[in-house]
């Protein structure tokens, strides 16, 4: 009886660049390509040898066959397949085949050039040499520098990838920095999905690192996003939320972009929504998604965001559900679970706080622009006009100097309506823009294993936060005015020892202090006049004691007093640090300019 040697595997693989594809080839010493079918089937049906045409026997039980079978299935290739002598595969499949035979000691497999270089700029993407954007240089840190070429080289190679960097990392700016380097080789705008409680956030992002860019956000009545889409082609990047690409995805068919990005693609999580099917159905070259958390609840979410940022590489729905997560989920399958990792590794770039924390700066502040709902928006511009009214007519009777109480008042009031017209107005029942934006930052950073210091001036702007945490059962410290110095004492004390996940704070009870260091998270519900106030409440939690990065977001509304205010302040940044050293009293360095410029 004569026994084939299995190890007489041999292999070849190229990158073919004209086709853009992979050509795999291999054997087995003296078995000829038509038998490799039947051959296959033998290891399926779990036998020990099969016999050959020759009257010859192949043991079907060494390591390197049963390797070979493993990898011709996660490589999705059918049996019929296998009567080619060159198998062609995406390009996608690089990664995994090359991993895969190091891994499994198959070491007789002939590698071309091109096809090493590629899996080497990919696994190594901090070695590329991609030039940095103008007016980036000295801003991206040197993991965001990584995040960068890793998106440029997954791009060049016509692959697509998911940013999961921690929350706070900076994911948009490395973003944006890709979408800056790639304006001069497309003639076609960058398209962003994102909630909408940031899609001004991404232009305001755009226009403070990239103003040299322009960007469109697709928002407001049908017929104005009609008006954006028609001169969408004439921008560099084009916004848009989920819930209005739903709406609108029939106006966006006929529009091709250079990249599709998904900001939080957790929303395109259930394969069968709305969000996903319209998402999936735009036109680009290329596709990425920006994450803190590809899985929440199951491995079917994760496959429907690789179905948008490359179709087909985690094969169809039902195949992938029977291959990976019914054995990984239902029967602890160590080596499905591993081969899913292999598979998803190279597309998935993941740092967390803890690894990148000397990159990382000791406190980073962000703003985040949400919209007036429709209803706050009749309120707010009713008020507004009553309010310019008022406010003028008391100037003329009495001057500037002597009518700071009634400007003062009016423009607290205005800022009330834009955090909740229910701070005022007690038959409110609608919404309120930023309480939408403020629940979902809530529930990502929670999600992310954030705690969060939660400021607001308003007592009443608390309660009903306060109401949102009960309804949502999450566990709250809440501290205002009234709240007893014992009190105080033993609440912080019981939240930096774990207690509790988010702590209400009035700004004025608990802007100084207070030492909170269990918290890695700040967020100003509504900005203060005085810059200085809001910095020592951050201080709260940015302080000794505290070895996390604090990540400080302000929420501005757009279009209003706020953002107005926000605008001013920056303008007269280096004013205020020359000037406002001792009080940093924005209010009282409003000059009647300013104020006709925020009544505008």
């Known amino acids: 009886m004569t026994i084939k040697d299995p190890r007489s595997f041999t292999g070849r693989i190229r990158l073919n660049e004209k086709s853009d594809l992979l050509e795999f080839s291999f054997g087995f010493e003296g078995v000829d390509r038509d038998e490799l079918e039947n051959l296959f089937n033998s290891i399926k049906e779990k036998k020990k040898y099969h016999r050959l ?23 999705n290739i059918s049996e019929s397949d296998l009567k080619n002598e060159i198998l062609k595969l995406p390009k996608y499949r690089a990664l995994y085949l090359d991993k895969k035979l190091r891994e499994s000691n198959l070491t007789n497999v002939e590698r071309n050039i091109p096809f090493k270089q590629m899996v080497q700029n990919v696994l190594e993407p901090k070695d590329m040499d991609f030039k940095i954007p103008k007016g980036l240089e000295g801003v991206l840190r040197d993991y965001q520098k990584v995040g960068f070429k890793w998106l440029k080289t997954l791009a060049a190679y016509g692959m697509g990838g998911i940013l999961a960097d921690d929350m706070g990392l900076g994911k948009t700016l490395e973003a944006l920095a890709f979408m800056a380097s790639e304006r001069s080789e497309n003639s076609k705008p960058t398209l962003v999905v ?124 039902k195949k992938f559900v029977n291959k990976y997560e019914k054995p990984i989920v239902r029967e602890k399958d160590e080596k499905a679970l591993k081969e899913l990792s292999k598979q998803i590794s190279p597309f998935i770039l993941r740092r967390m706080k803890k690894d990148v924390l000397k990159e990382l700066p000791e406190k980073i502040e962000s703003t985040m622009i949400s919209e007036l709902t429709e209803e706050q928006k009749k309120i707010y511009l009713a008020y507004l006009q009553q309010a310019r009214g008022e406010i003028y007519k008391e100037i003329d009777t009495v001057g500037f100097e002597k009518s700071q109480m009634k400007i003062l008042a009016a423009l607290t009031r205005l800022r009330q309506i834009c955090c909740h017209p229910g701070l005022f107005i007690d038959s409110y029942r609608g919404e309120s823009g930023k309480m939408e934006m403020l629940k979902e930052l809530i529930e990502t950073a929670l999600e992310s294993g954030h705690r969060i210091l939660l400021f607001s001036q308003f007592t009443s702007m608390l309660y009903i936060i306060k109401s949102y945490l009960e309804k949502e059962q999450i566990d709250y410290f809440y501290l205002d005015g009234s709240t007893k110095p014992e009190l105080r004492g033993k609440m912080v004390q019981s939240f930096n020892k774990g207690e509790g996940k988010v702590f209400l704070i009035s700004l004025k009870a608990g802007g100084t202090g207070l030492n909170l260091t269990g ?56 004013l205020f640090d020359n000037v406002i050293g001792e009080s940093g009293d924005f209010f009282k360095k409003l000059t009647w300019e300013d104020l006709k410029d925020i009544l505008r």
């Open 194 to 317: 994102a909630p909408i409680s940031l899609i001004y956030n991404w232009k305001a992002e755009a226009e403070k690192f990239i103003p040299y860019m322009k960007v469109t956000v697709v928002a407001g009545s049908p017929r104005d996003r009609l008006e954006l889409l028609k001169d969408a082609e004439s921008a560099d990047i084009v916004v848009t939320s989920y819930p209005l690409i739903r709406r609108d995805i029939d106006l966006y068919r006929d529009i091709e972009f250079s990249y599709c990005f998904l900001d939080e693609a957790q929303h395109i999580k259930n394969p069968d929504s709305i969000n996903a099917k319209s998402v999936k159905s735009i036109r680009a070259k290329g596709f990425f998604a920006l994450t803190g958390t590809p899985i929440e609840n199951s491995l079917t979410e994760l496959w429907s965001i690789f179905d948008f940022i490359m179709p087909g590489y985690l094969l169809s729905h």
């Open 519 to 574: 918290a890695d998270m700040v967020i100003h519900y509504d900005p203060w006049w005085n810059p200085m106030v809001e910095d020592q409440a951050s201080d709260r939690a940015h302080r000794i004691g505290q070895n996390k990065v604090v990540n400080v977001y302000r929420l501005i509304t757009k279009g209003t007093v706020e953002e107005k205010i926000q605008k001013l302040q920056e303008r007269k940044r280096m």
């Open 53 to 75: 045409k020759d009257g010859s026997f192949m043991p079907l039980e060494s390591f390197e066959i049963i390797e070979v079978s493993e990898l011709l299935e996660h490589l």
